[in-house]
């Protein structure tokens, strides 16, 4: 029998020559073990260690540390064909391969002398939400805190916190002086919190430091200059929201796909010489459900593509360009979850038993749209600019 990890080695054109490829040799295991791994409040291990070999955590990282330097596309489309298999493992590949945005501010001589000196094939776990309190010292700091949601069903390498400086003034702009660190995870205490509705494998556990000390070179401003050479990177803070629309997007094409095998076999209650699929009413409903998922999945991939040309051609995005990529992302996290609700008004009492997958997917779009990404005021900062407003 063929093994997860010899599964994952590149074999043949278009299959195995791409981080593309070679994810989509593992899906049918991935979603094979869905049920496995929410039972377990884990991605499976053998999985985690299948996709590390496929180059999923590195795939954002720059191709001169070792990295795949996917640009924002094509790392969404990596983390959307995830999804459609598995939701928990979508997540967990997003928010692994993703979180190295957060630690661009980093110095380039810690980034590159001690973190990637041996090459990009790391794992990255953390939170960025300023959670901690920090008491300056000599070369560094002293930090406190509790991080919540630090997705990771895995060990990871290196861990990622954001914080607060104690006594610290205020930015120009008013806002605190939030800034971030890299640490290992031997400094740090998981607490097993995760015991979720949606997105169950991804043990999005809550993890504390104690008086833990980080030298100031472990450290950088949340919002400083980027220092990792790579395109995605410079972009504005912060284009992961895409790779949170892929998850969306992912589960719902599962859901689709699931609805359409119901369709086929499901008999209507009180029509039982008829299957589901053959109601014209269902039909047109269904109908337009497909296009608005297209829809959605269209509009990511115009917005991202606009913001992401600025990028590559070292220029950085309008404020139209980039409130529109983010207002997107808000849209489609909001959309997605109602698309899905009527995914699951199609399927009846089929979608109601924890053994369909169309249930999961209908909890794990629902943990995703919760996300402070799409909820963080986009459209209405599309729409200030839109105005006219500054």
Not at 39 to 52: F, G, H, Q, T
Not at 146 to 155: H, I, N, Q, V, Y
Not at 169 to 180: N, W
Not at 313 to 331: C, D, I, L, N, R
Request: aromatic fraction near 8%; hydrophobic fraction near 40%; charged fraction near 20%.
């Amino acid at each position: 029998m063929t093994t997860l990890l010899e599964s994952a080695q590149p074999h043949g054109p278009g299959t195995g020559d791409s981080v593309l490829g070679r994810v989509r040799a593992l899906l049918p295991e991935i979603a094979a073990r869905s049920a496995e791994g929410e039972n377990a409040r884990a991605v499976p291990a053998e999985i985690i260690a299948a996709l590390r070999e496929a180059g999923v955590f590195r795939m954002t990282l720059p191709k001169v540390w070792g990295g795949e330097q996917l640009e924002l596309l094509e790392g969404a489309r990596v983390v959307r064909e995830i999804a459609r298999a598995d939701g928990s493992t979508g997540w967990t590949v997003q928010a692994a391969s993703m979180a190295w945005y957060f630690l661009r501010s980093v110095p380039r001589e810690t980034l590159e002398n001690e973190v990637f000196a041996g090459g990009a094939d790391l794992m990255l776990r953390g939170a960025v939400a300023p959670k901690g309190l920090a008491t300056p010292v000599q070369g560094g700091y002293r930090i406190s805190g509790r991080w919540p949601l630090a997705s990771g069903p895995f060990t990871p390498d290196w861990m990622l916190a954001g914080f607060l400086v104690e006594g610290a003034p205020p930015l120009p702009d008013g806002r605190p002086d939030m800034r971030v660190a890299l640490f290992r995870p031997e400094q740090v205490t998981f607490l097993d919190t995760w015991d979720a509705v949606g997105l169950r494998a991804t043990q999005s556990t809550d993890f504390t430091m104690d008086d833990v000390f980080v030298p100031e070179h472990h450290t950088g401003p949340m919002f400083g200059d980027n220092n990792i050479p790579a395109p995605f990177y410079d972009l504005p803070y912060s284009p992961t929201g895409g790779s949170h629309d892929a998850v969306v997007l992912g589960a719902l094409d599962g859901a689709l796909a699931d609805l359409a095998d119901l369709a086929a076999t499901k008999r209507p209650a009180f029509n039982p010489k008829v299957v589901l699929g053959e109601d014209p009413v269902f039909r047109e409903k269904f109908a337009e459900l497909q296009l608005r998922t297209a829809a959605l999945a269209a509009l990511a991939e115009h917005t991202g593509r606009i913001v992401m040309d600025r990028a590559l051609a070292g220029e950085a995005p309008t404020s139209v360009e980039w409130f529109t990529y983010t207002g997107s992302t808000q849209h489609i996290h909001h959309d997605g979850i109602r698309i899905l609700n009527e995914i699951m008004t199609l399927s009846g009492s089929a979608g109601l038993y924890s053994t369909s997958s169309l249930q999961r997917r209908w909890r794990d779009i629902r943990c995703v749209s919760q996300h402070v990404v799409g909820n963080n005021g986009a459209m209405r900062k599309l729409g200030a600019v839109l105005s006219g407003q500054s």
